[in-house]
């Protein structure tokens, strides 16, 4: 099937659910999603929502909020409550599972208190390609959808239209939540995250391209593109960033040789 013809049954995807609210993260995917919406509903009859916790960064968040204004779409910040529970904390290889399950019911609640019967979401047909036990949970509740999904497209696709609707999302590398940087069995707590977050913000400025610091309690290990790792391993430059990472809380800080990997973290689950 052809992007054009993806793109029209997208539109009578929107158009046969009306009034929608979109689960609204500021990624390529859901901010295409959104813009996707607005053209088939109207921006009066789309509601952008971004889940806030502690898995979603401050710049996330206020990323999420330029987008949005971009867009010209309705935009709230919904609080959710993942951390109160305890099949979520626990952190076991359903961890986005529990999350999705948590977040999603809370949000088809709140919606459906405000008028809106649907939610979609920014899933598209090559995120099959990877483990993703929250698909499980959106797959169960009905009033969530996956237009993107449903509709064919690619992630491939979506980059290419979102550049010709000229959104400046089309070339925005691919993110997970910070939960994802976290060895699987170590607790989940926001100091966690937040240990995660800063420790990326500190690296940022010595490299490009995708960024992962996995939380192996004690240990820090830094994944980056390849063509950075010697960058990083330079004398100067592991002294800084070690010394900046221990002060944050890790007793140490490992450069991981194989570079960045999506998902690296699910190879122990094999």
Request: charged share 25%.
């Amino acid at each position: 099937m052809k992007t054009e013809e993806k793109l029209n049954r997208l539109e009578e995807i929107f158009q046969s659910l009306g009034k929608t609210v979109v689960a609204f993260s500021g990624g390529a995917d859901s901010t295409f999603l959104t813009a996707a919406a607005v053209r088939a509903l109207g921006k009066e009859n789309v509601l952008a929502v971004t889940a806030v916790s502690a898995t979603l960064t401050d710049d996330e968040q206020a990323e999420a909020v330029t987008l949005a204004g971009k867009i010209g779409v309705k935009h709230v910040l919904l609080e959710t409550d993942e951390f109160s529970d305890a099949l979520f904390t626990a952190n076991s290889a359903e961890r986005c599972y529990f999350c999705k399950k948590i977040r999603f019911q809370a949000l088809v609640g709140w919606a459906a208190d405000r008028g809106y019967s649907w939610i979609v979401e920014g899933t598209n047909v090559d995120d099959a390609g990877d483990y993703r036990p929250g698909s499980r949970a959106v797959a169960e509740l009905p009033a969530v959808r996956s237009p993107l999904k449903e509709a064919g497209l690619t992630k491939a696709e979506i980059r290419e239209v979102s550049k010709q609707w000229n959104l400046p999302t089309w070339e925005k590398p691919s993110a997970a939540c910070l939960a994802s940087r976290i060895e699987y069995g170590l607790p989940l707590t926001p100091e966690r995250l937040r240990q995660v977050e800063e420790a990326e913000k500190l690296i940022r400025p010595f490299c490009k391209g995708q960024l992962r610091v996995r939380h192996h309690g004690s240990l820090a290990r830094i994944e980056v593109e390849p063509e950075w790792i010697s960058k990083l391993a330079e004398p100067e430059t592991a002294r800084a960033i070690s010394g900046k990472l221990k002060s944050l809380g890790f007793h140490h800080v490992a450069l991981d040789l194989s570079g960045y990997k999506m998902g690296s973290l699910n190879q122990d689950l094999k």
